[in-house]
């Protein structure tokens, strides 16, 4: 899989794009600390998301992960804000 980082385009992989609102835009783009799966995933998330437009590429992987990180683990704070994020998925 490549991304072209230029057009946010990752090859070989069906794009979809969705459109946040602005709950689901602040959740996505809070600034993350730490280096753990979940703030890896919101870092790939938030580069992703073409601000102009409000639309977030998501791929397969990202639907897996998300949904992963979002309902198979202990509930708290991270989970919730991808359940924020996952409504629009």
Do not use: C, H
């Amino acid at each position: 899989m490549f991304k072209d980082v230029l057009t946010g385009i990752i090859r070989g992989v069906p794009n979809r794009y969705i459109v946040l609102n602005e709950d689901e835009r602040a959740t996505l783009l809070k600034r993350q600390k730490g280096t753990g799966g979940f703030q890896s995933l919101m870092r790939r998330l938030q580069a992703q998301y073409r601000n102009g437009t409000q639309e977030l590429l998501v791929t397969d992987d990202d639907l897996t992960d998300v949904q992963s990180y979002a309902f198979d683990y202990k509930q708290g704070g991270w989970e919730n804000d991808l359940k924020t994020i996952s409504n629009e998925l």
